[in-house]
């Protein structure tokens, strides 16, 4: 069992008020801070979607173990982490059953960034540390996104929150509206398929 969690939020939108407004030729100031909340809203219902982070931002992910015996099983090699792309791993930490905490060396893994997802891969020679507390024994911190800012988001990504936003101005209130199904059609070739660990 496993859950993941943002820790750290990106710092900005991957598309700007302006740029929305201009896309869905609103001209009017009146609902600037209702539509900085739907850009957030469609920004965030596209990466689950997708399965990606789009700007840079931080996450957890905490791993229950694997088997019986406070071990980890000897088939298990890398570790998928949720959201693409892969930046980086911060740390990974595991705990015992007294719930102290212990760093695990860098040097025991390889932090896999070219596949989606990327992955935490157990270096030829290491082995899991053992033993750790059953629930959320390990804690992994990493980064992922494209980049800091809206630049290295991919244009049909940023479209796609275009729509988004416009869909959920015009049928706000209505929660019986169907998907918008232009931006999920740009969003469909950036799908990632998450199988777990």
């Known amino acids: 069992m496993f859950s993941f969690s943002l820790l750290t939020p990106p710092a900005v939108e991957p598309v700007t008020l302006a740029d929305v407004k201009a896309h869905a030729r609103i001209d009017t100031a009146a609902d600037d801070v209702l539509l900085a909340k739907l850009i957030t809203s469609a920004r965030q219902w596209a990466e689950r979607y997708t399965g990606r982070a789009f700007i840079t931002q931080t996450w957890k992910l905490a791993i229950d173990m694997l088997v019986p015996e406070n071990r980890w099983p000897d088939e298990v090699n890398a570790i998928n982490l949720p959201r693409a792309p892969l930046q980086s791993v911060t740390s990974v930490h595991f ?5 102290a905490e212990a760093l695990w060396a860098s040097g025991n ?10 992955r935490l891969v157990l270096r030829s020679g290491s082995v899991w540390p ?27 990504i940023k479209t796609a929150i275009y729509e988004l936003v416009a869909h959920f101005y015009e049928h706000r209130g209505d929660e019986t ?21």
């Open 95 to 99: 705990y015992d059953d007294a719930d």
């Open 130 to 156: 053992s033993p750790t507390r059953c629930a959320n024994g390990m804690i992994i911190t990493y980064v992922a996104g494209y980049g800091a800012d809206a630049s290295a988001v991919p244009e049909p």
């Open 109 to 118: 893994y390889f932090v896999d960034t070219s596949r989606e997802p990327g």
């Open 177 to 197: 509206s169907p998907p918008c199904f232009a931006a999920q059609a740009l969003l469909n070739p950036y799908r990632v398929r998450y199988t777990g660990l």
